[in-house]
C-alpha cells in the first residue's frame, strides 16, 4: 500500500531555469496539498486541488507558480524563472474524500528538495 | 487567519522520562487537531489526531488533550525513547481546509 510518492527527491536548478515537482497521491486519495517548508520552519500552504480543480491557492505566490492535479497522473507544481529564494523543500500531501465538513487525515509525502544555484 | 504557536521549541529529556508539547491558536472554528512527527529528511508524519467533540485521545506512549475553551492541545509522550527524538507539529484547521503549521518543537531524548 504505497504512499505519497514525490520525484524527484532532489532538483537542482540554475536562475532562470523551470521547476517541476511531481506529487502522486495515496491510492483511493483524491485531495492534494502542497506546502513549502524552509530550513527551521514548520511547513506554509500552497495550493489545494481536487481533481481537474483548484481548490485554494491562497497561498501560491501569484506569479512563476502553478499546480494542476490531471484527471490522470500526478499532480504537478511548477515554478518558472526560478530564484534563489525558492530554494526549499516542497511537500505533497493528500487526503480522502470525505463527507462535507468532516476532516479527512493528511498525509504526506517526503518532499522534494530544491536548490536554486 | 489562524495563528498557532508551539512551546517549547526545544526539548530536551533522559530516555524514560515523559515529554509534553503545548500548542494554542487563535481560530475557534478550529475543529480538527493532528500531531506530525518530523524526522531528518523525511516528510511530516501523522502520529495522532483529535477532533473537537472529544477531550482527550491515547494510542499506547502517545495522547493529545484538547481544552477548546482556552484554545490550546498539548502532545504528551510517555516512557521516551531515542527515536522519538524528531521535530514534532502541530496543525489545527477546519473542515476542509489547509494545515496551518507551528513553527515545531524539536525533541531530543538522551540514552
Known amino acids: 500500500n504505497a504512499g505519497v510518492m514525490q520525484n524527484p527527491r532532489h532538483l537542482v536548478r540554475r536562475r532562470g531555469q523551470e521547476a517541476r515537482l511531481r506529487c502522486s497521491p495515496m491510492?483511493?486519495?483524491?485531495?492534494v496539498y502542497w506546502y513549502r517548508q524552509l530550513p527551521e520552519e514548520g511547513l506554509k500552504f500552497m495550493v489545494y486541488?481536487?481533481?481537474?480543480?483548484?481548490?485554494?491557492e491562497s497561498g501560491m505566490p501569484k506569479e512563476r507558480f502553478s499546480a494542476e492535479f490531471p484527471k490522470e497522473g500526478p499532480s504537478i507544481l511548477r515554478i518558472q524563472q526560478v530564484v534563489r529564494g525558492d530554494s526549499a523543500a516542497y511537500f505533497c500531501?493528500?487526503?480522502?474524500?470525505?463527507?462535507?465538513?468532516?476532516?479527512?487525515?493528511?498525509?504526506f509525502g517526503d518532499g522534494t528538495r530544491l536548490s536554486i544555484l | 487567519g489562524e495563528n498557532v504557536e508551539q512551546h517549547p521549541s526545544t526539548l530536551s529529556v533522559q530516555e524514560g522520562d515523559s515529554a509534553v508539547i503545548k500548542c494554542t491558536y487563535s481560530?475557534?472554528?478550529?475543529?480538527?487537531f493532528p500531531w506530525y512527527k518530523q524526522e531528518l529528511g523525511k516528510g511530516p508524519q501523522l502520529i495522532i489526531d483529535?477532533?473537537?467533540?472529544?477531550g482527550e485521545k491515547k494510542d499506547q506512549r502517545i495522547a493529545v488533550t484538547l481544552n477548546k475553551t482556552a484554545k490550546h492541545f498539548s502532545l504528551h509522550i510517555t516512557e521516551t525513547q531515542p527515536e522519538d527524538s524528531a521535530v514534532y507539529f502541530c496543525?489545527?484547521?477546519?473542515?476542509?481546509?489547509?494545515?496551518?503549521f507551528g513553527k515545531g518543537t524539536t525533541l531530543s531524548v538522551s540514552s
Open positions: 491510492k483511493g486519495h483524491s485531495h
Open positions: 483529535i477532533r473537537s467533540n472529544v
Open positions: 496543525a489545527p484547521n477546519q473542515a476542509g481546509t489547509a494545515l496551518i
Open positions: 481560530d475557534s472554528a478550529s475543529n480538527y
Open positions: 486541488l481536487q481533481k481537474e480543480n483548484i481548490i485554494d
Open positions: 500531501a493528500s487526503s480522502p474524500e470525505g463527507l462535507v465538513n468532516s476532516n479527512q487525515p493528511q498525509h
